[in-house]
């Protein structure tokens, strides 16, 4: 499974973006997909993940409220739509794929869970 993650960008303090990632290669669709990001000199943290099959969708308790994931099946892309962003969410951010199924019993915050990556976007946020 191959990612590419785009959307990434400049922009204020409350302003919105939309990251994308499109999954490629085999079995793609068969992959819960999910959303981390490192901030400059610390370490990635889970943003949100989103389940391959029944789309249940779970958030970071500091973007909860804030970002919304979604999946588009028919192209293999996720979404990250980000709003009301704070300087806190600048980072790199990065997909990744896992071909476990999401539930709340899963540990789908841990980045062991998560088999493939993408190259990363960057977003900034200026205050």
């Known amino acids: 499974v191959q990612l590419q993650a785009s959307g990434g960008g400049l922009v204020q303090a409350g302003d919105s973006l939309r990251l994308s990632c499109v999954a490629s290669?085999?079995?793609?669709?068969?992959?819960?997909m999910g959303w981390f990001r490192q901030p400059p000199g610390k370490e990635r943290e889970f943003v949100a993940v989103i389940d391959y099959r029944a789309g249940n969708t779970y958030y970071a308790d500091s973007v909860k409220g804030r970002f919304t994931m979604s999946r588009d099946n028919a192209k293999h892309t996720v979404y990250l739509q980000m709003n009301r962003l704070e300087p806190e969410d600048a980072a790199v951010y990065y997909c990744a794929a896992s071909p476990f199924p999401i539930n709340s019993g899963r540990d789908y915050y841990s980045r062991r869970l998560y088999d493939y990556w993408g190259q990363g976007t960057q977003v900034t946020v200026s205050s």
């Open positions: 290669g085999r079995a793609a669709r068969s992959y819960s």
